[in-house]
């Protein structure tokens, strides 16, 4: 079964701490997207890789095809980072690709 | 741009009854893609469309359907709703291919009583 693994399933953290968040997938992708949803439902996309490492701001996502692994780091995090993040994929199929497989989230609580 | 929008916001139905939901893409994506979500279940894969056909499909009953029309603008349909259909619905809509960012809309929350 193509199946998604988001750790840790909540963090609360201190203001200006580093965070990482984990997401491990089963089988080979086409591509993996981190999203960020906002209490009230509103989901962003903050990036979607197919290799290597992307950045934007104080957001920095990376992907390690060979170890099926990815992970969404926050520099400088700050309390309007606290939000739930997703991490969702798309699984080669045998007529292509398959639809978003999504990981729980990770519940993100950032203190003052 | 405008974004992605869905109408309507909030939906009250009772069950048994049928319910029709719609997705207006940005402009110029030809790729409307949809998602239930739960508290149980989280986010799930419903359908995907491009340029009127459907391209992928979740693992859920025949009760839920879709279309899109030709100005990309999509609909889904759940019929006999069932308690257990009480969720967020949201949209995305993408530009073309299987790697395309998905831009989400606001979402529809359904409620079945």
């Known amino acids: 079964k193509n199946e998604v693994e988001q750790s840790p399933q909540n963090l609360t953290a201190q203001e200006g701490e580093f965070i990482t968040i984990n997401c491990s997938y089963s089988v080979g992708i086409s591509a993996l997207h981190w999203l960020q949803q906002h209490p009230g439902g509103g989901i962003v996309s903050l990036f979607m890789?197919?290799?290597g490492k992307k950045k934007h701001g104080r957001l920095i996502a990376t992907i390690n095809i060979q170890e099926k692994h990815s992970s969404l780091h926050i520099t400088a995090s700050h309390p309007r980072d606290s939000a739930v993040y997703i991490c969702?994929?798309?699984?080669?199929?045998?007529?292509?690709?398959?639809?978003?497989?999504f990981g729980k989230g990770t519940h993100l609580i950032i203190q003052p | 741009k405008a974004g992605v929008t869905q109408t309507p916001r909030y939906l009250i139905k009772t069950r048994g009854q049928q319910v029709t939901l719609s997705c207006s893409p940005i402009?110029?994506?030809?790729?409307v893609s949809w998602y239930q979500q739960t508290p149980g279940q989280g986010l799930q894969f419903l359908f995907e469309y491009f340029s009127e056909t459907q391209r992928n499909k979740g693992n859920f009953p025949g009760r839920f359907s879709g279309r899109q029309f030709s100005n990309s603008r999509s609909e889904m349909n759940v019929s006999t709703l069932e308690l257990g259909d009480s969720a967020l619905y949201l949209c995305?809509?993408?530009?073309?291919?299987?790697?395309?960012?998905?831009?989400f809309g606001p979402g529809t929350r359904l409620t079945v009583l």
């Open positions: 969702a994929v798309r699984f080669y199929s045998g007529g292509g690709a398959d639809g978003l497989t």
């Open positions: 402009s110029g994506h030809r790729s």
């Open positions: 995305a809509s993408g530009t073309s291919g299987p790697y395309n960012e998905q831009f």
């Open positions: 890789l197919s290799s």
